[in-house]
């Protein structure tokens, strides 16, 4: 069977709880690996290199890019986002399943590249339940929330373009559902072609002895 | 979500364990339901009509066939057998995932006339182990052995247009692996389109409000 990682793109709308069920993932499972994006954004409070971002200069990433070292970049307010291709790669190779955490304009670039790549949207179960976890949070502006709201508005338009829609209701049973999707990939026919050619093989060759 | 149940078509060689794994599939989980085949083969010691099979003369399977009430029929050694359209549709629409446990040719037929239902083949781990899962159950001779075999090596040549592809070791994990292709296909963004449009209206009347 298909013994390569997946490369699965996870997107979802501010207060969707995208990162809790990636926590609560790599917790429970050690099939999954989480990709660390580079960025030429400040470090706040608490974020490591290497764990959260890899902090780069805007000269070193660009020179990223230059060297083809990024699978996919994107720049949002001024900053450089970008995601590395190497640990990707190896990670793979080596049979885990890759998460990237990302907006859905990197998503799609991505799939491009890489039609095998698994995208998966996350949503609340309301779009009210959005603005009251937006809400909820109580570190944030009514400003900042009417601009979540309005990007959330425009990533709803995409969405068709994803392969899963996950919604995020109760944590636990969104992990559970975040693994099948991986799961069930693994078994797909499209992922299998070797090992199918190979049993037609065994099955020439054990025929061919009676 | 998506509501409506799955059609789903299960098919494997003799000895791949496909019959054991809906059994216990459909004591673990209530949203399940075995579609019961229609056939003109006389009742063996123990098979009850409706449960087992619809038992039905030659005359009344060619009626089935002549008023479309059947979803797929095929002829096998002399006898017909079909799948009743009324029984899928009815469990279907209450949300229940349909399984048909039929032949390769039966199911490439389905699909071709419902492209959502999913087709899953379940194989034993190694061509010896078919032969020997066979051989196992004492009951058939080697003459028979053999023509299933060949049968098999027919099989494994069309595996390619199914959907899925399992393999069947440990009956327990099976289960677990069968069940998450459905629900994994619950979440596939192809069958949500109304739900995502809804969602879209959602946040238009939303923003809006604003």
Known sequence: ???????????????????????????????????VSATTRKPREGEEDGVHYFF??????????????????????????????AYVKEQLAKGMNVILEIETEGA???????????????????????????KGRGTETDEVIDKRMKKAGFEITVVDRYDYL?????????VELFNSIVTC?????????????????EFEEYLSRK
Chains 1, 2 share one sequence.
């Open 1 to 35: 069977m298909n013994e390569k990682g997946i490369l699965i793109i996870l997107s979802g709308f501010a207060g969707s709880g995208k990162g809790t069920i990636i926590k609560e993932l790599l917790k429970k499972y050690d099939n999954y690996a989480l990709s």
């Open 56 to 85: 780069k200069t805007e000269d070193e990433f660009k020179e990223m890019i230059a060297k083809g070292e990024l699978l996919e970049y994107a720049n949002y307010v001024g900053n450089y986002y970008g995601t590395p291709r």
């Open 108 to 134: 799609l670039n991505i799939k491009r590249e890489y039609p095998d790549a698994v995208l998966i949207f996350v949503m609340p179960p309301s779009v009210e339940e959005i603005h009251n976890r937006l």
């Open 166 to 174: 996950m919604i995020n209701d109760v944590l636990e049973e969104s």
């Open 185 to 201: 990939q693994h078994m797909a026919v499209s992922r299998n072609r070797d090992y199918i050619e190979d049993k037609k093989r």
